[in-house]
Each structure stands twice: as C-alpha cells, then as structure tokens.
C-alpha cells in the first residue's frame, strides 16, 4: 500500500518548527527517524495531514553527559548512541539495550527520544526510561515542561506528548555507585520485535549483598512495566544461582501478557521469569565489579 496524500513542512529552526506544529495541532506529526511512522503511513495505519520534517534542526542532534544525567537530543540517532563511549561509561543499560534496537541500517537512522515518543511496548527504549526513572522534555510555542517516565507511557503507541508539542530531549540517570544493570530478550529472528525482554538495575550494599534489584519488561503489558524484585533477592550475595531462583518468581508471577500470533501468554510468563534471571545476574556482575573498582 502507499500513503494518504500528506503535506509536508521543514522548518529551519526549532522555533519554526514548534510555530508550525502550534498552528496544525491535530493535524501534524514530526517526522525524525520515521522508521515507526512511515511504515505506519504505508499500511495506512497513521494518517497525518502534515509532516514537519525535523532533520534539519541540527542543535538536536547531541549526546551530553552533566548533572548526573545523559541528555539525548531528539535528532539522536540510535547508533551515535550505541557509540558513545561517555554515554556507555554513564549508564551502561543504554548500549546493553540498544544492541537490540532492530538492525543496523535502522538504528543508524531512527531516533532515541523518537522511538521512546512511539511508545511501543516492545521497544527497548521505553524500557529502559521507565526503569532508570528517566525524563522526557517536552517543548511547544507555549514553553517547556518535563515529564517523568511514570507518567510519560500511557498505553499503547500512545505518549504524553500533546499535540503541537516536540519532544525535543530524553534524560537517563547516569549509574549509582555499586549499581550494575543488565539486559536480556528474545525474539524470534535478531531485530524483530522482542516477545519478551527485560532490563535490569542491581545495587549493592557495603558487605556486597543485594540492596535493591528492580526490572522493566517489554512486550509483555500494554505500557513498560516496572517491577521491585527487592524483597526476593535482598540480602543475598551477588554471585550464588539460588540467589535468583525467588526473582525469577516473582516476575512470572507478576506479569499478565496477552497471547498473539507470536507468542501464547504462557509462554510470555515464563520468559519473563527466564530474561529476569539472566538480566539480574548481569546487572549483579557489573555492580559488583564496579564495587571492586571504586567506579562511580
């Protein structure tokens, strides 16, 4: 199929850019990477009246790591991201996770802040936000306003972001001392949507024990799903295999996904327990090896 008629604008500066989708409200949608919405136009699953076309604003395009945050702008591609060694050092989750982000050619094209605006509930992005507690900018002709990952996701494809308005900043937190994360999923072809996936973050106590362990899970809730694996696991040492077997536990038994084509919900609840057990195990490693280090 191809797309509806469309129009199409390129501002030249974000304040055009934010003008244009003031006065199309409704009627607009930005285009950034556009490999969640041209594909959409295509099978006419999106409409828009209007493409602004955001490529060319420039001073979007940045990756900045300050005041405890890595800032990702919203002409980031996936890709600059990945290789970003600052950013990596920063919040390890973001290269963990964006290993899985599709392919190559996709990932040197798609955004960051865009694919986390998409709000898939399979998409890495949205997970990893929610569970490092991230921010979204969110600007329009009006001014500016940040919005928590708690409240970013609102269900499924659909974000915070209010017509006329332009995301134009994501915010991850950079790793606490003596914290590690980790990330797992599985698909059923490398770069196909995940049928399931978790993210993971682990902190340790003093004595190397467990002191908080939380996961984020993918394509398993209409919105990134959260969940505190502390008391399972709190109080036991990083290393042992039985340490995880409660965690794993737990996180079957906490989630509730939907069966499909892909995937029954059965087999959806037992991967979770799967990839939280692996994704722990990885977060615990590197927290432990940063305990050791002194990093942070």
């Keep these: 199929m191809k797309p509806s008629p469309v ?3 390129r501002p030249q500066s974000v304040a055009e850019g ?15 990477g556009g490999q969640s919405l041209v594909p959409l136009m295509s099978l006419r699953l999106a ?42 050092s920063a919040q390890p989750l973001l290269a963990q996770a964006l290993r899985w982000v599709a392919h190559p050619a996709i990932r040197n094209r798609g955004t960051v802040v865009g694919s986390i605006v998409h ?6 992005m949205p997970a990893v936000l929610a569970l490092l507690g991230g921010t979204v900018r969110v600007a329009s002709a009006d001014g500016e ?18 017509p006329g308005e332009l995301a134009v900043e994501a915010r991850f937190p950079v790793l606490p001392p003596a914290s590690g994360t980790g990330f797992a ?10 049928l399931c996936g978790v993210a993971a973050m682990v ?38 295999a039985a340490a995880y077997t409660a965690a794993r536990q737990l996180a079957a038994h906490q989630v509730d996904p939907d069966g499909d084509i892909h995937a ?25 090896a940063r305990s050791e280090g002194g990093a942070g």
């Design 203 to 240: 902190s340790l106590a003093g004595d190397g024990t467990v002191a908080e362990a939380r996961a984020s899970y993918l394509s398993v809730a209409p919105a990134p799903l959260v969940l505190d694996l502390t008391d399972a696991i709190a109080g036991q040492r990083a290393d042992p």
């Design 264 to 288: 029954t919900a059965a087999y959806r609840r037992q991967l979770a327990g799967v990839l939280t057990e692996r994704a722990l195990r990885e977060a615990a490693a590197g927290a432990a």
């Design 145 to 162: 306003r940040l919005v928590p990952a708690g409240e970013f996701f609102l269900g499924p494809l659909e974000s915070a972001v209010q």
């Design 119 to 124: 709000a898939d509930p399979a998409g890495e």
């Design 7 to 9: 129009g199409y604008s």
């Design 185 to 194: 999923e599985v698909s059923r072809r490398r770069g196909d949507y995940a």
């Design 18 to 32: 934010l003008q244009a989708l003031a006065d199309l409200g409704e009627r607009g949608k930005v285009l950034a």
């Design 47 to 88: 409409r828009p009246e209007h493409l602004v076309d955001i490529n060319r604003l420039a001073e979007l395009s940045y990756i900045s790591v300050s005041d405890g945050q890595v800032s990702v702008g919203a002409l980031t591609r996936h890709s600059a991201l990945l290789a970003s060694a600052e950013a990596a």
